[in-house]
């Protein structure tokens, strides 16, 4: 099945740092999602000598989810998203972590631009699959990139937090107005605006 990241021609250069909280039958803890398995040695290389990296128990054999350590990690992903709430309450956070230096010395400055692309087909996809799943999810655009990098282990430019990503259920906020989508049409009035 098509996928929107078909549309990006690289092999895929962002790779996840997740905080899990509340998933079931997943232990909470920190894990890797490692989305180009040829990247796996250089990311283990890259972080925490101490990291587990153990496949979870009943993980499909084509997803490439390594648990790196278990452990209550909600206030660690608060404070590294800007100490938003959203990202320790959920089901889970994660950061887009990019391959970074390499990357940009083989191809070019411009393609710092182009791991946003993909950081940002790869949030559209969160988005959808989380509504698709009965929950919701959040892109958070404010984190704090040093303490992300020390979470994980790195210690050069191998790679880089780009964007962070949270998922789980919705509360609502009464301060605002939801209106439905595509519901701005104009109907027969010059000027007016439908937007019931
Ligand atoms: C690049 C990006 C960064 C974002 N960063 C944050 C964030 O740090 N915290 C947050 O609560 N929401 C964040 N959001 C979510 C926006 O707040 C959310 O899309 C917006 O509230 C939706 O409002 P709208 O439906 O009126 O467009 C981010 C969204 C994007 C696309």
């Not at 780009?162 to 049409?185: E, K, N, S, W």
Request: net charge negative.
């Amino acid at each position: 099945m098509p996928t929107p990241w078909d549309a990006i021609p690289w092999a895929p250069a962002i790779h996840f740092g997740l905080f899990v909280h509340r998933v079931e039958g997943i232990d909470p803890g920190l894990y890797a999602l490692v989305r180009d398995p040829a990247k796996l040695e250089k990311l283990k290389a890259s972080m925490h000598s101490h990291f587990a990296w153990e496949t979870p128990p009943g993980c499909p054999g084509s997803l490439p989810l390594h648990l790196l350590e278990r452990g209550n990690a909600r206030q660690l992903a608060t404070q590294v998203s800007c100490r938003q709430d959203i990202a320790g309450e959920g089901a889970f956070s994660l950061g887009m972590l990019a391959e970074y230096e390499a990357q940009l010395v083989e191809r070019g400055p411009a393609f710092y631009r182009r791991l946003f692309w993909e950081a940002g087909a790869i949030g559209q996809v969160l988005y959808l699959e989380a509504e698709a799943a009965g929950v919701r999810a959040t892109g958070i655009g404010c984190f704090f990139d040093d303490p992300v990098h020390q979470v994980f282990g790195f210690r050069d430019l191998a790679f880089q937090s780009l964007y962070h990503f949270t998922v789980g259920g919705p509360v609502d906020d009464p301060r605002l107005t939801t209106l439905p989508p595509y519901g701005a049409q104009v109907k027969g009035r010059k000027g007016a605006m439908d937007l019931r």
